[in-house]
């Protein structure tokens, strides 16, 4: 069985530029949660999708956002990035709510 | 909100050692703890799930324990090899449908 698969795995942007990261969770996942990690915050809570809806949100600026397919894969979209964006980005499936959770190798984002 | 902690930041050992990471909450009213290890620039693999209602789980040579009362958990290595040199990082959930709050992590050396 396939795990959790991010990508792409690395980018590189330029500051003011969008990026979409993708993630597809574990087949028969409906739930999936993204996760920024950074040196200096650790891990923090982005959003969490479940059958396409967004349940949970974290304190993060409208920049962020995220959708959720019907086939369970999502995406996470940053806008007007700055510098303080990069971060590995970690993306999280689980079968349903309460379930282990199982995370991707993540998407290393570079702004300069 | 929930607060983890984890103590110690950094911790080196001989191989073949026992050893024992900890990991606090301030909130004991958690629906389960998971525990996982990140290598170097990669995703987090998720070893030990408990639940709220669960006092302790065992795989192989970890075994993880639950104390909700206290706000604690303990994973416990048992003769620890040098493959097991990550960063070990602790995770509660308040409820099924609620995020993972992490702890900052153990980055474990084992040297040969």
């Known amino acids: 069985k396939a795990g959790v698969t991010q990508t792409p795995r690395y980018l590189i942007k330029t500051r003011g530029q969008q990026v979409t990261l993708s993630c597809s969770p574990i087949s028969g996942h409906r739930s999936v949660s993204w996760y920024q990690q950074t040196p200096g915050q650790g891990l923090q809570f982005l959003f969490e999708?479940?059958?396409?809806?967004?349940?949970n949100k974290g304190n993060f600026p409208g920049r962020f956002s995220g959708r959720q397919f019907s086939n369970s894969r999502s995406e996470m979209n940053v806008s007007t990035l700055e510098l303080g964006d990069s971060a590995l980005y970690l993306c999280?499936?689980?079968?349903?709510?309460?379930?282990?959770?199982?995370f991707g190798q993540g998407t290393r984002l570079t702004v300069v | 909100k929930q607060e983890v902690t984890q103590i110690p930041a950094a911790l080196s050992v001989p191989e073949g050692e026992n050893l024992v990471l900890n990991c606090s909450f301030t909130?004991?009213?958690?629906?389960?703890l998971q525990w996982f290890r990140q290598d170097p620039g990669k995703g987090l693999t998720s070893l030990l799930l408990?639940?709220?209602?669960?006092r302790e789980q065992t795989s192989g040579r970890l075994n993880a324990s639950l104390d909700k009362s206290s706000g604690r958990s303990t994973l416990y290595i048992a003769a620890s090899q040098p493959g097991d040199s990550a960063t070990y990082l602790c995770?509660?959930?308040?409820?099924?449908?609620?995020?993972?709050?992490f702890g900052g992590g153990t980055r474990l050396m084992v040297k040969p």
């Open positions: 408990i639940q709220s209602s669960q």
């Open positions: 999708y479940f059958s396409e809806t967004q349940r």
């Open positions: 995770a509660v959930r308040n409820n099924a449908g609620n995020m993972l709050t």
């Open positions: 999280a499936s689980r079968q349903n709510l309460g379930a282990e959770a199982f």
């Open positions: 909130d004991s009213a958690i629906y389960n």
